[in-house]
């Protein structure tokens, strides 16, 4: 799931944490509906906690998927490295993006 967002999230700032802040909370409530409409339909589902890279709902492991795991680009996402961290980039929304 790709949120466009009203700041470029490669940056920091107290509104950028902010927004970051709602949109994580968000995002653990929908993954948790979706998660469970799709168990109601008899399906498993579960989704990575933003804050962990861990599942949600499954045995936590020591494995990770943080937002700027090479696996996204996988999905069409581009990843920068910055030296001192890396950032996600989006097609679309470029670095005003929550995955």
Do not use: Q
Request: aromatic content about 12%.
């Amino acid at each position: 799931m790709s949120i466009l967002t009203e700041h470029d999230m490669s940056t920091w700032s107290e509104e950028v944490e902010a927004e970051r802040e709602k949109l994580t909370e968000r995002l653990v409530t929908s993954c948790k509906e979706i998660c469970s409409r799709l168990e109601e339909d008899g399906y498993w589902a579960d989704f990575i906690d933003p804050c962990s890279g861990t599942p949600h709902y499954s045995g936590h492991t020591n494995t990770t998927m943080f937002e700027t795991n090479e696996t996204f680009r996988l999905l069409g996402f581009k990843i920068d490295d910055l030296g001192c961290c890396k950032v996600i980039s989006h097609k679309k929304f470029f670095r005003k993006v929550f995955v």
